[in-house]
């Protein structure tokens, strides 16, 4: 009973972790890119869900290449470094105490009583999680400066003023048809910015329309833009 309520214990802690730092990716994210532009965090609010699939959907690619490069790392270390030294040291005494005399230089002969064994897990313990609030630091600090990237794009678009129709958007402002150059949606408004006069617009999700993006720009369209 016990073991079954540490498991489930631990899949909780596990799936809130998780859930956590989706979400926190997909904030410091879309707030790198909305800081960046200058646009207004309220009007734009998401809801729960869209914010943990873009979280989703940005830590994708660096997560898995994290886990490729452990797996290359951990396959190379146990099928390839570790059974070189064992055989190196196991038919060989002269390496074999050159190895233990660096061990215990190392480590030392002394062996630690239960009180010490007990503190220094504890130490251990500390540098792990250490190790991983730096670790989140530098991700939050990586997600965010993709928001701002993306954000630089787009000043760089409407600078150059040639800008593709299917990353505009038609919008009736105050009885008037204009087309805007689209930056991002909310749960409930969006935000287009004007090419000539750079003069950002909030308007409904439901009052605006575009055109298609060509089939081969669909795919980089969708990674480009933030998550609505």
Same mark, same amino acid.
């Given at each position: 009973?016990?073991?079954?309520?540490? &498991?489930?214990?631990?899949?909780?802690? %596990? @799936? =809130?972790?998780? !859930?956590?730092?989706?979400?926190?990716? +997909?904030? $410091?994210?879309?707030?790198?890119?909305?800081?960046?532009?200058?646009?207004?965090?309220?009007?734009?609010?998401?809801?729960?869900?869209?914010?943990?699939?873009?979280?989703?959907?940005? &830590?994708?690619?660096?997560?898995?290449? %994290? @886990? =490729?490069?452990? !797996?290359?790392?951990?396959?190379?270390? +146990?099928? $390839?470094?570790?059974?070189?030294?064992?055989?190196?040291?196991?038919?060989?005494?002269?390496?074999?105490?050159?190895?233990?005399?660096?061990?215990?230089?190392?480590?030392?002969?002394?062996?630690?009583?239960?009180?010490?064994?007990?503190?220094?897990?504890?130490?251990?313990?500390?540098?792990?999680?250490?190790?991983?609030?730096?670790?989140?630091?530098?991700?939050?600090?990586?997600?965010?400066?993709?928001?701002?990237?993306?954000?630089?794009?787009?000043?760089?678009?409407?600078?150059?003023?040639?800008?593709?129709?299917?990353?505009?958007?038609?919008?009736?402002?105050?009885?008037?048809?204009?087309?805007?150059?689209?930056?991002?949606?909310?749960?409930?408004?969006?935000?287009?910015?004007?090419?000539?006069?750079?003069?950002?617009?909030?308007?409904?999700?439901?009052?605006?329309?575009?055109?298609?993006?060509?089939?081969?720009?669909?795919?980089?369209?969708?990674?480009?833009?933030?998550?609505?």
């Amino acid at each position: 009973m016990d073991n079954r309520q540490n &498991s489930l214990l631990d899949s909780g802690l %596990g @799936l =809130a972790a998780i !859930t956590s730092f989706l979400y926190c990716a +997909s904030a $410091a994210y879309t707030g790198g890119f909305l800081r960046q532009l200058g646009l207004d965090s309220d009007v734009l609010d998401r809801n729960f869900q869209q914010i943990l699939y873009h979280g989703f959907v940005i &830590s994708f690619g660096p997560v898995l290449t %994290g @886990l =490729a490069i452990y !797996t290359v790392c951990r396959f190379a270390y +146990s099928h $390839a470094i570790l059974p070189e030294v064992n055989d190196a040291l196991r038919h060989n005494l002269k390496r074999k105490r050159r190895f233990l005399k660096l061990k215990f230089k190392l480590l030392g002969k002394r062996k630690d009583s239960d009180t010490e064994k007990r503190e220094k897990r504890h130490s251990i313990k500390s540098a792990f999680l250490l190790t991983i609030f730096f670790a989140l630091i530098l991700s939050l600090a990586h997600f965010e400066s993709k928001g701002k990237a993306l954000a630089s794009s787009v000043y760089a678009k409407l600078d150059s003023k040639s800008i593709p129709d299917h990353e505009m958007v038609t919008v009736s402002i105050n009885g008037q048809s204009q087309k805007l150059l689209y930056l991002m949606c909310g749960a409930r408004n969006c935000a287009g910015a004007a090419p000539d006069t750079k003069l950002v617009h909030y308007f409904p999700q439901n009052g605006h329309s575009s055109v298609l993006s060509p089939a081969e720009l669909l795919e980089q369209t969708h990674q480009e833009k933030p998550a609505r």
